[in-house]
């Protein structure tokens, strides 16, 4: 047996058994019409208190719960407790409990409830849409509002849930051609006051309370901790239907604080990481990291991820600073998520925001990602190399014409792997290929976290005009949609939209964040190039091999001048219909000479148009490509 073999059977080992005690430990509550048992795993005495009411000010019965050996605390409460609420109090202020499963407004209490009774009708029969590689996925990363906040969406449940079952919105995403919702943190957290339902609030959501349960003020009904489970399902079963996936941004790495979170709460400093001078260590940049090596805190995860999916037939998971977590938890994750369904997809940043307690050779970190099996990381070695640095709002890459970029957004196109034809020393931050199959990498040139791309257009490039802009945004995407990865974009991206030039804008106003549907009319040229590019690349599979090795044998860089990068998808790559595809990037303000190979071409994008019925036929060993734009073209 091999070294991995063996390594990998000491883990899952260790899994199983640590796997028999989560299944009681996270089990906290189990309701009955005749009884509900209550169930705590604390180093200290808890007293269970049983409220009327989520804000009721005097507790209906006090119950100081039973030693069952080690720190497991026990109750059983008789009679019928549906639509009461519940704390747990170990001396250190009462909470809910670690793994509450429904909440009252604000998430200070947990509710008891009969979730049976929160699935809409025909959950049992909701089916998670079929896809044969991660590469299949075109990825749409979406906050519930600024999707639909705005007027101009003219959708009726604005900044709730339920405005991904309209149908409306369901039509815009089937147009626009994506096949998956990556939407921001939608677990109940605390930055949001749930009981002002008529003031504006924004966050993000990074800023974890009740880690499975979902947000309250996106649900038509806070108060009730029915309607935002039932809600949060309805959209996933609508999405479902219509052939898209759900993924969930999970923030495991830290809470909001230390003092008021419910694991500090329960079990203090158990699930945080200390300095060696015993300071609270801080990879998140946030004032905390959880310590995902430990036992209860990596069952922990494990239990959370397997609920939403069982629970609500989540389909995925971003993973926010996946470098503070360590490899050994990740891919223990993976390996249980591959029990229900090895086609959910497991990918998430693969950095901290901060120095982490843990040695970065044990973390998650993206230079560790080919220690991590079936688990992706995102590529800002290609993101940086289009638009410029993270650091640096004012510093450009390849789009404003910033010299030397091209082996690193060539490093992107062939998925992270090694390849013969890149030169691993001329690609801007790492020095040797990190993914182990082009399944691992996240290609994508802007997020929710940074300016989005046409305020970075403009902050970059002084001075540029509204037709470059348009140019160079459409440029950009095209080599995110036609590289080996898994590619992801920003929802209104192809609304053109911006944020007023705000970097941070995790909790500025409707007026930075929301997304202007209007534009729409205004840039129709932009949403249309978008949904070409899109069904373009679901229809081939030349561009989303899984295989690295495949990847090798068909993907081969043309010769090209600086300021472009130019390749070749030759015989039939993936099983393609078409033999040979020639994709060219240009950046630079004038046409560019290519050498490409002899035969007759049919061009399907030129100029900011895409037809993949064809714009022109081309037959010419050299082609002159359009200054600022991509070209494809094809022969059979």
Known sequence: ??????????????????????????????????KTAFTLNAPQTVTLRIYDKADAKNAVKIIKMKNAGGNKWQATVKGDLKGKFYTFDTGNGECPGLFAKAVGVNGNRAAIIDMSSTDPKGWTL?????????????????????????????????????????QRAIDYLKKLGVNAIHILPSFDYASVDETRLFIPQYNWGYDPKNYNVPEGSYSTDPFSPE??????????????????????????????????????????DYFYRKTTDGKYSDGSGCGNETASEKPLMREYMLESVKYWIQEYHIDGFRFDLMGVHDIETMNLIRHEVNKIDPSIYIYGEGWSAGGCALPTEQLAMKANTKQLYGIGAFCDDMRDALRGPFNDDHK??????????????????????????????KVNYSKE??????????SYVSCHDDMCLTDRLRASIPGITEDELIKLDLLAQTAVLTSQGVPFILSGEEMLRNKKGVHNSYNSPDSINHLDWDNLNKYPQVFNYYSSLIHLRLDHPAFRMGDADDVRKHLEF???????????????????????????????????????????????????????????????????????????????
């Open 1 to 34: 047996m091999n070294t991995r073999k063996i390594l990998l059977t000491m883990i899952f080992g260790t899994f199983v058994a640590h796997h028999l005690i989560a299944q009681k430990v996270f089990n906290e509550m189990q309701y009955a019409k005749d």
């Open 126 to 166: 909701d089916k998670r849409p079929d896809i044969a590689s991660p590469t299949d996925l075109v990825i749409y990363e979406l906050h519930h509002r600024d999707f639909s906040i705005d007027p101009s969406s003219r959708l009726m449940n604005r900044g709730k849930y339920l405005a991904l079952t309209e």
């Open 396 to 425: 450009g890459g390849f789009l404003a014409g910033v010299p030397d970029m091209e082996e690193s957004i060539k490093f992107g196109i062939a998925g992270a792997i090694s390849h013969p034809q890149i030169d691993m020393k």
């Open 558 to 636: 043309i010769d090209s001048p600086k300021g472009t990068v130019a390749f070749r998808l030759k015989d039939h790559a993936g099983g393609d219909q078409w033999k040979d595809i020639i994709v060219i990037l240009n950046s630079s303000k004038t046409s560019q000479t290519i050498n490409i190979p002899k035969g007759r071409y049919t061009i399907v994008a030129e100029c900011g148009v895409i037809n993949s019925s064809g714009i022109r036929i081309f037959d010419d060993t050299t082609i002159d490509a359009a200054p600022q734009s991509a070209t494809i073209m094809y022969k059979l």
């Open 227 to 268: 309607v935002r489970i039932k809600e949060f399902k309805q959209m996933v079963q609508a999405l479902h239907k219509a052939g898209i996936r759900v993924i969930l941004d999970v923030v495991y790495n830290h809470t909001f604080d230390i003092e008021n979170s419910n694991f500090q709460r329960v079990y203090p």
């Open 433 to 442: 290929p990190w993914a182990n199959a082009p399944t691992q990498m996240v």
